[in-house]
């Protein structure tokens, strides 16, 4: 896995246990910059809608939310970071 899609796994993995948290604590969890976090962010929400997911990180107020349509499964979140891996 890249930096960038690890970093974005990070991010998401902390949202998927809090759903709604400040851009602080996911600054202290992960370790990034705020403009780190927020090209993560931007980088995920993308990757969800060109995959065609129900899957959104809002950023408002200093304070994030992740939504997830109810028909989004597990194994079509982990699929956003599998294109990359090696095919056996």
């Given amino acids: 896995?890249?930096?960038a899609e690890s970093g974005q796994f990070s991010i998401l993995s902390f949202l998927l246990q809090e759903s709604q948290?400040?851009?602080?604590?996911?600054?202290?969890e992960t370790g990034f910059s705020k403009a780190t976090l927020t090209k993560y962010v931007t980088l995920l929400n993308d990757?969800?809608?060109?995959?065609?997911?129900?899957?959104?990180?809002s950023l408002e107020d200093e304070n994030l939310r992740l939504s997830i349509g109810a028909a989004t499964k597990g194994?079509?979140?982990?699929?956003?970071f599998l294109e990359n891996a090696v095919k056996y």
């Fill in 1 to 3: 896995m890249e930096k």
């Fill in 47 to 57: 990757k969800a809608l060109n995959s065609g997911l129900e899957l959104n990180i």
């Fill in 21 to 28: 948290t400040t851009v602080k604590a996911v600054m202290e």
């Fill in 75 to 80: 194994r079509d979140i982990r699929s956003l």
